[in-house]
């Protein structure tokens, strides 16, 4: 049987949960403020703790491998267990791991993640496209395969990132447009959303790009990074509903009580909702 496409699952999601990503970030000095080491265990009790309070409620749940990764092979333990748990419960997990590499090696990549038969199989993995966009075309091939989606970067939300992705590529647009033009042409025809999503920062007070991808727009840099909710119309423009808004430390520093996390994603949910319906 064909597998839905991960375009028709989010926005399915998007319309039933809201749109909100939250991003689980276990940074050592979160960790700290919650009360637990810095350690497997404490890694383990935060992770469980985020996914037992937003599973069942936000459509998307980020976690960042890196954060796992730094524990070694029992950290991947624990983002293993938590993305089962976490889609189990009815979100769907964007993996956040920025892979970007030749094809050959790409392969490998969209085997870790894009594989249903993968411990590490996500609904989506964002990528880096700065390789080249044809460098990707393993994880497009294998996104497709398996009804999982990629989250292509486009423009960062860091003011680093304006450096590579405004610069100018040889056809006279702007590199990160190039990139967005290249998700359109993947997504053309897909209906009601592409599997192709950009991720484009909250941050950047307006994308001055052409956002009309027929995919999904991932927004991270609200909360910690500056941006909130209220700014997303100005930077999406039309496109904003097309726009999954993601928060990390925002909501994680109100834990690590489980009320105060589901209050914390529930009031981001809420401004969200009223920033794209206008209110
Ligand atoms: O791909 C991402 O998620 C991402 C892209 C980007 O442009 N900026 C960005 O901050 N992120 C990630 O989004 C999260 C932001 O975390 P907070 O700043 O704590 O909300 C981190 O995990 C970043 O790695």
Redesign the pocket.
């Known amino acids: 049987m064909t597998p839905e496409p991960f375009g028709t699952r989010l926005r399915h999601a998007m319309d039933t949960r809201g749109p909100l990503c939250v ?1 689980i ?1 276990p940074h050592a000095s979160l960790l700290a403020s919650w009360g637990l080491n810095d350690d497997v265990a404490g890694l383990e009790r935060f992770t469980r703790t985020v996914v037992e309070a937003l599973a069942d409620r936000v459509a998307v749940l ?1 976690p ?1 491998s890196a954060f796992f990764e730094r524990f070694g092979s029992r950290g991947v333990a624990v983002l293993e267990k938590a993305v089962a748990e976490a889609r189990a419960a009815g979100a769907l997990v964007l993996m ?1 791991a ?1 892979r970007g590499d030749i094809g050959s090696t790409m392969g490998a990549y969209a085997a870790t993640y894009l594989d249903e038969d993968s411990p590490l199989f996500s609904d989506a993995v ?1 990528v880096s496209p700065y390789l080249g966009f044809g460098s990707l075309r393993p994880a497009l091939d294998a996104a497709a395969a398996s009804g999982s989606g990629v ?1 292509v ?1 486009a423009l ?3 003011p680093e ?1 304006a450096e590579v992705q405004r610069a100018t590529a040889a056809d006279g647009r702007s590199l990160a447009q190039l990139m967005l033009d290249h998700m359109a042409a993947e997504n053309a025809g897909a209906a009601p959303l592409g599997s192709v999503g950009a ?1 484009v ?1 909250a941050t950047l007070g307006d994308a001055g790009a052409d956002l009309s991808i027929n995919g999904p727009l ?1 927004a ?6 500056g941006a909130t909710p209220a700014d997303l119309p100005a930077v999406f423009g039309d496109a904003v509903g097309n726009v999954v808004p ?5 909501v ?1 520093r109100h834990g690590p009580d489980v009320s105060g996390l589901r209050e914390a994603a529930g009031r981001f949910a809420d401004e969200v909702r009223d920033a794209v319906s206008g209110n």
């Open positions: 991003g970030d980020k960042q956040d920025k964002t989250f970067l960062t939300s860091n990132g991720v920062g991932l991270p840099g609200i909360g910690a990074q993601s928060v990390s430390r925002g994680l």
